[in-house]
């Protein structure tokens, strides 16, 4: 069975920075699909950035509007970890961000689809401070 790792999260002030990473443990083989949302308590999964690839070298790294500009995520050259690169971080960003995968086409690989991917991680809590 899949697992996901996540790992990165922490406490940083308004407009600091992190980087959050996502390691599959167990079976090694990737899925065409992995991406990130975030959860507050009492609130919505919010799909935050995807990474589609097709194992050819053909990357499509989708992101929500909510962060676009400030979030990017990629995966790293073996195309096994993912990482989501977080700037100018704001109080709303606070919340946990879990990472999750999913073979689907590029086209079903967008931020939205994300929060219903069966394979997810435990979750990483980021916290911005005024």
């Known amino acids: 069975q899949v697992q996901l790792v996540e790992s990165g999260g922490g406490s940083v002030q308004t407009g600091g920075s992190l980087t959050l990473s996502c390691a599959p443990a167990?079976?090694?083989?990737?899925?065409?699909?992995m991406g990130w949302f975030r959860q507050t308590p009492g609130n919505d999964r919010e799909g935050v950035a995807a990474?589609?690839?097709?194992?050819?070298?053909?990357?499509?790294?989708p992101i929500a509007d909510s962060v676009k500009g400030r979030f990017r995520a990629y995966k790293d050259s073996a195309g096994k970890t993912l990482y989501l690169q977080m700037h100018s971080l704001k109080p709303e960003d606070s919340a946990m961000y879990y990472c999750a995968a999913a073979d689907t086409g590029r086209d079903n690989c967008q931020p939205r689809h994300i929060p219903d991917f069966t394979y997810r991680g435990q979750g990483t809590q980021v916290t911005v401070s005024s």
């Open positions: 167990g079976v090694t083989y990737s899925r065409s699909c």
């Open positions: 990474v589609w690839s097709n194992g050819r070298g053909v990357h499509y790294e």
